[in-house]
T-cell receptor
Framework: DAGITQSPRYKITETGRQVTLMCHQT?????MFWYRQDLGHGLRLIYY???????DKGEVPDGYVVSRSKTENFPLTLESATRSQTSVYFC????????????FGEGSWLTVV | KQEVTQIPAALSVPEGENLVLNCSFT??????LQWFRQDPGKGLTSLLL?????REQTSGRLNASLDKSSGRSTLYIAASQPGDSATYLC???????????????FGKGTKLSVKP
């Protein structure tokens, strides 16, 4: 049972570079989410997706792009990385929007220098 | 705007103690409330999910209660063990959050340390 996997787990990149964080889930869950976790802010939703080809903004979407061409994959792209995007990024999935357990990946640690 | 607060930010107890973690939220219009555990360098693991119509949920040594009217939830851990050491987060799913209906609003967590 692979669950939900993120890659890379650790990444250092330079300001202005494009970075893509990958997320893959094996449960065929409809909903997938990207959160970032920062000291002092806790976890905040960046984008979420209700199904393939359906995505919507969360609380902090600026500077990020997502796509969902297949149900199992939900990549997050930082088009031009900034130092303020240094964070831990968590992908998550759930079967339905509400009333179901949400499952998190182990996180991607991104440092922008 | 929904806000979730967890107090205390950190808690240290000796092994074997029963303990209570607190979570409060400002808007009672929620679908559900969830408690998560996060180990250092790891993702979040869901512990208990309480629907808005429920009062409590139990799993093993864990019991979570929900009082929607007062905007409070507690996570009770019985007979604590060193393996329970982790950060515990609560999160609510608001009924209305503009367009971001999937959003969970998280507290900042309580870091629990159980000493042998």
């Amino acid at each position: 049972d692979a669950g939900i996997t993120q890659s890379p787990r650790y990444k250092i990149t330079e300001t202005g570079r494009q970075v893509t964080l990958m997320c893959h889930q094996t449960w065929s869950h409809s909903y997938m989410f990207w959160y970032r976790q920062d000291l002092g802010h806790g976890l905040r939703l960046i984008y979420y997706s209700a199904a393939a080809d359906i995505t919507d903004k969360g609380e902090v979407p600026d500077g990020y792009v997502v796509s969902r061409s297949k149900t199992e994959n939900f990549p997050l792209t930082l088009e031009s990385a900034t130092r303020s995007q240094t964070s831990v990024y968590f992908c998550a999935s759930s079967l339905h929007l509400s009333g179901n357990t949400i499952y998190f990946g182990e996180g991607s640690w991104l440092t922008v220098v | 705007k929904q806000e979730v607060t967890q107090i205390p930010a950190a808690l240290s107890v000796p092994e074997g103690e029963n303990l209570v973690l607190n979570c409060s939220f400002t808007d009672s219009a929620i679908y559900n409330l969830q408690w998560f555990r996060q180990d250092p360098g790891k993702g979040l693991t869901s512990l208990l999910l309480i629907q808005s119509s429920q009062r409590e949920q139990t799993s093993g040594r864990l019991n979570a209660s929900l009082d929607k009217s007062s905007g409070r939830s507690t996570l009770y851990i019985a007979a604590s063990q060193p393996g329970d050491s982790a950060t515990y987060l609560c999160a609510v799913q608001p009924l209305n959050y503009g367009g971001s209906q999937g959003n969970l609003i998280f507290g900042k967590g309580t870091k629990l340390s159980v000493k042998p």
